[in-house]
């Protein structure tokens, strides 16, 4: 098949898998354990039927929504990825700009290779910053105020990583646990693909690691980034830390990864704005469900109260609908804007973008809706 016109989020990621390293292709489209999770998530948005309805006056229709207190043409923002900046040369900041000209929404994750600042300085429009909670609390206060004068007004506290989830793929690439060999192979698949050396690591700087490269000792060296990270994070948080953090940020706090009503609901009494149901792309607990599955019972115990985002396994505007009719205010993508991003940079989101938008708009038009806050559960077939 040609993909000299990439239109869907599979021809995105056909091309990335042509131009990245086997071990970084790996590490973006990899899960926990035997994958079922990540698998589970794609299926559950694909099984879902949507009901046709006709003769509905839809000549002005919009995909506008209101997301984190902002206006966004589309209910989707760009979800925090670690590293993904090495997709392409200064990867974060032309996904930043991407994200910018489509008015959606940006996420640097706390592990970015580019700074807040150089973000901050690459766009107007404010982006939003992902945070990992680290044992050194200063530099989680350095991190918060350096993301505030960024111009960052949302912070994403992810909560469903007190330890990393075992991910088999970067094990066998050596990523996980080094060795010898395994940087042997690992150089031998980065030099087969010179195109991806000359855009990353010259791509007018050489690699670094983002916000946290003041930090990390010996910071040019992924396992020993990834060696400090896993020693970082700190897996004694509880909802008392949550409390903390909501007086050291005066902005929007909205917590990622919540699977079940009960922790939504103490995300609320915590005082969060919004959570997000996410099972961290299928890389934490491999045999967690998919989040579809359980938003309709997370939007009914807490989704008149919160702001309600939902990720894992959206792959187009379709999908953005479903979620929607499941009860979510808007959605997070992960690993579609990456791949679009190593296969066609800055230009490569925007036209993934823009393509997910004319999905959803004719979605809507085809369902009879005019307004994304109209979306619900009646446009769902039901089977049973
Ligand atoms: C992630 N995700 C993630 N989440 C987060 O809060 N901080 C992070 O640094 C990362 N890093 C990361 C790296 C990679 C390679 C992937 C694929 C994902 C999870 C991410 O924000 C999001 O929850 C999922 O990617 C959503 O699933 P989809 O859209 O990829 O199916």
Not at 36 to 57: C, E, G, H, K, Y
Not at 152 to 169: H, I, S
């Amino acid at each position: 098949m040609s993909l000299a016109y990439p239109a869907t989020t599979d021809d995105w990621q056909r091309l990335a898998q042509r131009r990245l390293p086997r071990f970084y292709a790996d590490y973006i489209d990899g899960g926990a354990g035997a994958e079922r999770t990540l698998a589970a998530n794609v299926q559950a948005f694909a099984a879902l039927r949507l009901r046709q309805r006709v003769l509905v006056d839809v000549a002005q229709v919009s995909t506008r929504a209101r997301l984190a207190g902002e206006d966004c043409a589309l209910p989707l923002a760009l979800a925090p990825v670690g590293l993904a900046g090495m997709a392409a040369a200064r990867g974060e900041v032309q996904a930043a700009r991407a994200a910018q000209a489509a008015g959606v929404p940006f996420t640097l994750s706390t592990v970015g290779i580019c700074p807040l600042g150089e973000v901050a300085s690459a766009v107007q429009a404010p982006f939003w910053f992902q945070l990992y909670m680290l044992r050194e609390r200063g530099a989680v206060q350095a991190l918060l105020q350096d993301a505030w004068a960024s111009g960052c007004r949302t912070l994403v506290f992810t909560v469903d990583l007190p330890v990393t989830g075992l991910r088999w793929r970067d094990v066998r690439h050596g990523l996980a646990d080094g060795g010898a060999r395994a940087a042997l192979i690992k150089a031998w698949q980065v030099l087969a693909r010179p195109g991806w050396v000359r855009r990353v690591a010259l791509g007018g700087k050489p690699l670094t690691f983002g916000n946290l490269a003041a930090q990390v000792p010996g910071a040019r060296d992924l396992n020993a980034f990834r060696a400090w990270v896993d020693a970082q994070f700190d897996p004694s948080v509880t909802w008392q830390d949550i409390a903390w953090l909501r007086q050291q940020w005066k902005g929007r706090l909205l917590l990622k990864g919540i699977l079940t009503a009960e922790d939504a609901q103490a995300a609320v009494d915590a005082g969060a704005d919004g959570v997000v149901v996410s099972n961290h792309g299928g890389r934490q607990l491999d045999s967690a469900p998919a989040t579809a599955s359980v938003l309709p019972a997370i939007a009914q115990a807490v989704g008149s109260r919160t702001e309600l985002l939902v990720d894992g396994g959206i792959r187009s505007g379709v999908d953005v609908f479903k979620a929607l009719a499941l009860g979510a205010h808007g959605v997070l993508i992960g690993r579609p804007w990456v791949w679009a991003l190593a296969a066609g940079g800055e230009a490569g989101v925007a036209r993934l973008l823009a393509h997910w938008q004319r999905e959803l708009r004719t979605t809507m038009m085809l369902t009879g809706v005019r307004r994304t806050a109209d979306i619900n559960a009646s446009h769902l077939e039901r089977f049973s």
